[in-house]
Structures are given as C-alpha cells and as structure tokens.
C-alpha cells in the first residue's frame, strides 16, 4: 500500500520538495486558508494519493490531502502553533489526519475525526516515542515511533 501515496515536503518558504505545490498565494489553497489561520503557516509534510497533484500547476486545496505532519520546533510559537492553531485549522478544512510530532515532549500525537464546523478534530490520541501508535483510516496503520527517538536532543 505504501507505493500508493506520495508525501509532499515544504521548506519553511514554502517551496515543495516532491510535490507540485509551490511558492505564492491564491485563494483557493491550503496555503492561503492556513496563512490565514496560521500566520503563514506551511506543512511540514503532506499525504496524499499517488498523482493527486498531477493536472493542478502548482496550486491544489486541501481536498484530497489525507494526513498533515508537522513536526514542533524548540521555538515556543512555533511549538504553540503546531499544537493549537495548526490542528483548528487542518481540522476546519477537512483533513482526516493530522500527524504532531513534538520534539520536547517526545509524543507523537494523532488528531482524527475532523470537525468542520467549529475546526480541530474529535479524537486525539498521543504516545510516547517508543510507542506503537494506531493512524486510522484513510491510513489504518500501526506506527512504531521507536526511530523517532534518534532525531531528537
């Protein structure tokens, strides 16, 4: 199943790294919405199917991403961000995962069920690193966060 999805990397200017998704703003994107909610926020990593982007330039919304990473930053907004304005804002938009790997705390917390109405989602659930940890659907996965342990101070 793994061969079936394709991760899209942004650097902190927004560039995509795999992806088609690119610098600037329109209205109809992710990176516009989450700039608005977010002040200028940009994901760390996107899942979505293989060629979701494919036919869109450089431009795509949010549907069809099925799970947002983001890793914190040992910056405290940053961190704050990831932790609170970040999940209102996926949850808001749709997205079914999103995936918060806190360095500091050594989590890896999984957000699921996303409210549309009032943003963030219904379920969350966090492990420590070394922990397996259930992704739901669209996923399904069990994840070892074990590795995560090595790139942490």
């Known amino acids: 199943m793994a061969s079936a999805w394709k991760g899209a990397r942004h650097d902190e200017q927004g560039r995509g790294h795999g992806s088609d998704v690119g ?3 329109r209205d109809d994107t992710i990176v ?6 977010c002040m200028q926020a940009r994901p760390d990593a996107l899942l979505v ?3 979701h982007f494919a036919g869109h330039g450089e431009w795509a919304g949010p549907e069809g991403v099925l799970m947002v990473v983001e890793v914190t930053s040992y910056d405290s907004d940053t961190d704050r961000r990831g932790r609170h304005e970040k999940p209102t804002a996926y949850g808001q938009s749709g997205i079914p995962l999103y995936l918060l790997i806190g360095r500091d705390a050594r ?3 999984v957000h699921s069920n ?5 943003g963030g989602y219904r379920d ?3 492990a420590k690193f070394g922990e397996k940890v259930l992704v739901p659907g669209p996923m399904d996965i069990e994840l070892d966060t074990e590795i995560l342990r090595n790139y942490v101070r």
Request: net charge neutral; glycine share 8%; aromatic share 4%.
């Open 23 to 25: 610098e600037g703003v």
């Open 49 to 51: 199917p293989e060629g």
């Open 124 to 126: 969350v659930h966090t």
């Open 107 to 109: 989590t890896v917390t």
């Open 114 to 118: 996303p409210d549309r109405q009032i």
């Open 32 to 37: 516009t919405w989450l700039a608005r909610r």
